[in-house]
């Protein structure tokens, strides 16, 4: 089974996101960010030579082999990335191989912390971590906050489609646990979310609203309020495609989110 390129470049509120480009595709997208007026990050891995694992596979909370060869792919998005003077570099610490046991998934996200931040001063561009833990040890807000506080170097991304469907799926209020993460949130990928069963039919949808804040769906301006309360300057990239013939409404639903990002991320009146 082979993955192709996703040659992903999301859009975000004044910035965008590059992610998995085919490796043909570097050398003049390279000349196109070195180029670019706006600021953008990296969703790594920035390229594969191999096709045959999933792009967002990665093995640092697993015993596998190849959690060693996670962080050298890592190693390589972060030095491509500074390079190309990308602003950070958003990475995966979760995925299905993840070990059960909660202490061992900790000493091993803690390790992953420390050489994380190595790497990220090594290189000299910041890592922000996405939350994650659909399956695992290590899953809980607390958890990711309190690696945040451990590596000052590391921020969290927050993923709210994920963080809505892992606290379904273990029965926690998402909303709490985006509260607890708020303080550590230094981007955010937005999408609309609803229950495992439209996001393994459909993944990420475009954010709409029609959508937000009904018949289950995720409410995203309940989301994102803390975040932006804690940290208004917090980076937010819309991460989620579309097919052919759904533009009109795509381009409705992004400035509608701008819209309401850029109201909330305003200084509240004083009374």
């Known amino acids: ?56 596979a990665v093995f640092f909370l697993s015993d596998l082999p190849g959690r060693e060869q996670s962080f050298a792919e890592l190693d390589q998005t972060l030095r491509q990335a500074a390079a190309l003077h990308a602003e950070y570099v958003v990475t995966h610490l979760n995925w299905t191989d993840d070990v059960l046991s909660e202490a061992r998934a900790e000493a091993l996200a803690h390790d992953t912390g420390a050489r994380l931040a190595a790497l990220s001063r090594a290189h000299g561009i910041a890592v922000h971590v996405e939350c994650g ?54 981007s955010m990928h937005l999408w609309a979310a609803r229950d495992m069963a439209t996001y393994r039919r459909r993944g990420h949808v475009p954010l709409s609203p029609a959508l937000s804040g009904t018949d289950g769906w995720l409410d995203l301006a309940r989301a994102v309020t803390p975040v932006l309360a804690a940290r208004p300057d917090c980076a937010a990239i819309f991460e989620f495609t579309w097919e052919p013939g759904e533009e009109r409404p795509v381009a409705d639903g992004l400035r509608w989110a701008e819209d309401l990002l850029k109201e909330l991320a305003q200084p509240r009146r004083r009374s």
């Open 133 to 186: 833990g659909y399956s695992g040890g290590f899953h809980r807000a607390e958890q990711f906050a309190g690696l945040a506080r451990a590596f000052p170097e590391l921020g969290l991304c927050l993923d709210v489609g994920h963080v809505w469907l892992i606290a379904q799926a273990r029965g926690r209020s998402a909303y709490r646990e985006i509260e607890i993460l708020a303080p550590h949130a230094r």
């Open 1 to 56: 089974m082979t993955f192709p390129s996703a040659s992903a470049i999301h859009r975000g509120l004044g910035r965008f996101e590059v992610f998995d480009v085919a490796a043909e595709r570097l050398p003049s997208l390279g000349v196109h960010l070195l180029c670019s007026p706006l600021p953008y990050s990296i969703h790594a891995p920035l390229s594969r030579p191999e096709l045959a694992r999933n792009p967002s």
